[in-house]
């Protein structure tokens, strides 16, 4: 498979997708809420990275940052990788990092540096815009911010996404079944998506028949323990 698969140029394709995605350490707002005392989204206890084949190739032959996921790396909950390996798309590795206190911030893999979010695809296969990771809702600060998300990361994030579709299209399956995911479990708990949209809009979908509305990102709900952070 992977011989038929388009070289990218990884280094190219992260400098193009570089900017924080606000414009201060967003961490310091969610790493007192986590028992580990890191941001959830570097805590392997959390989440767990992923890289393409070819990232995977990249990475290991320039930095010493990450390494094949073990399962073994939270110490307090240990886990057999078989499971999550198995639900990993077959053009991706799942990796484990050294830690946040020790993140080379230009070696971050696509997973990182698109986190909290992914593109969301139509039922069409339309890459809309950003759609959030709802598993995060109570542990990301972003998620309960979406108003201070950075344009340049908005950007960015557009046309990275737009650049890698055109070359490597069969992943928009993968975003696509992550789209119909979300909207099958916003529909069960009768809720609206917010999107943002690639033209610089922030939206509420409909889950049942996708369509928009605009809203004020003032007005997007709020989680956990953010509901009290301004």
């Known amino acids: 498979m992977s011989k ?76 057999d ?7 990993t798309p077959v053009t991706m590795i799942l990796l484990a990092c050294l830690g946040p206190s020790s993140c080379q911030r230009e070696y971050r893999s696509f997973s990182c540096r698109q986190f909290p979010f992914f593109p969301y695809i139509t039922s069409d296969y339309g890459f809309l815009g950003l759609a959030y990771n709802w598993e995060f809702e109570d542990t990301c600060w972003v998620i309960s911010h979406l108003n201070r998300v950075s344009g340049a990361y908005w950007r960015e994030f557009v046309q990275f996404y737009d650049d890698f579709f055109s070359t490597w299209p069969h992943e928009l399956d993968h975003y696509a079944a992550r789209s119909e995911q979300m909207r099958d479990y916003f529909m069960a708990h009768k809720r609206s998506i917010p999107i943002l949209h690639r033209n610089g809009d922030y939206c509420l979908l409909r889950p049942i028949n996708e369509r928009l509305r605009p809203v004020e990102p003032e007005r997007l709900p709020q989680f956990g323990p953010y509901r009290e952070i301004g």
């Open 4 to 79: 038929n698969i388009p070289r990218m140029d990884i280094r190219a394709a992260y400098d193009r997708f570089d900017s924080p995605v606000v414009a201060f350490d967003c961490g310091a707002y969610c790493a007192p809420h986590n028992p580990n005392g890191k941001p959830f989204c570097c805590d392997i206890c959390h989440a767990v990275p992923s890289a393409y084949h070819q990232e995977w190739t990249y990475l290991k032959g320039n930095t010493d940052l990450w390494h094949p996921w073990r399962g073994d790396e939270c110490v307090e909950n240990p886990e």
């Open 81 to 87: 990788p078989a499971a999550l390996t198995g639900e």
